[in-house]
């Protein structure tokens, strides 16, 4: 089993729409949270972290839920620069990061 | 304020060669850590230093990597012999205080190995 797993999609959604994405990890020891966004051919960059009590960005609200070792994303009024691919990203060990294959949003007019 | 700096942006050669990848972290940054990513296996951690100083190689595929850094502001990885299956994009991350701060990423190196 992996140690972060993801839905691969991709997931089609139009303009306007409000997307979730959820994320499993292995590690109950797991320390911090966070979601990467990376766009086509690019390097990856931090989206935001994901705290336990809930958090948000704008748009963008991340949840976590330690009893079930999940995370989600929550995208709200999708717009077309939101197609990306967003990688879930769990931090258990210091300094290390495990990334998920990370889960590809379209959005289309 | 230069980012993470990555050299080559590409590269192709035969299997069997040696093949030299480079960064340069953000000036300041006291962690340094090297990806490779792939389709099948998405972003995986290879190894990563701290003040220049190996911490953590579980990631290493095989002997036939191997990664430096003779100061804090260069690194490289090294692949010897190349193999077709080493084909990927390798990037290399920086940051400050370690990995539960935003990691810094190049613009990453596409290798492939024919």
């Known amino acids: 089993r992996k140690e972060v797993e993801q839905d691969p999609g991709p997931f089609n959604v139009p303009e306007g729409a409000t997307v979730a994405f959820n994320c499993t990890y292995s590690n109950s020891a797991s320390q911090s949270f966070f979601w990467y966004r990376q766009d086509c051919r690019k390097e990856p960059k931090l989206l935001m972290s994901v705290y336990s009590s809930g958090n948000e960005d704008g748009r963008f609200t991340a949840q976590l839920n330690r009893a079930s070792q999940y995370i989600s994303l929550l995208i709200r009024d999708s717009k077309l620069s939101d197609s990306a691919t967003y990688l879930c990203v769990v931090m258990y060990n210091t300094d290390k990061l495990i990334f998920g294959t990370g889960t590809r949003l379209q959005v289309f007019p | 304020d230069a980012g993470v700096i990555q050299s080559p942006r590409h590269e192709v050669t035969e299997m069997g060669q040696e093949v030299t990848l480079r960064c340069k972290p953000i000036?300041?940054?006291?962690?340094l850590f090297w990806y490779r990513q792939t389709m099948m296996r998405g972003l995986e951690l290879l190894i990563y230093?701290?003040?220049?100083?190996?911490?953590?190689d579980s990631g290493m595929p095989e002997d036939r990597f191997s990664a430096k850094m003779p100061n804090a502001s260069f690194s490289t990885l090294k692949i010897q012999p190349s193999e077709p299956r080493d084909s990927a994009v390798y990037f290399c991350a920086s940051n400050s205080q370690g990995a539960g701060q935003p990691q810094h990423f190049g613009d990453g190196t596409r290798l492939s190995i024919l």
């Open positions: 230093f701290n003040n220049n100083v190996p911490i953590d």
């Open positions: 000036s300041g940054h006291d962690y």
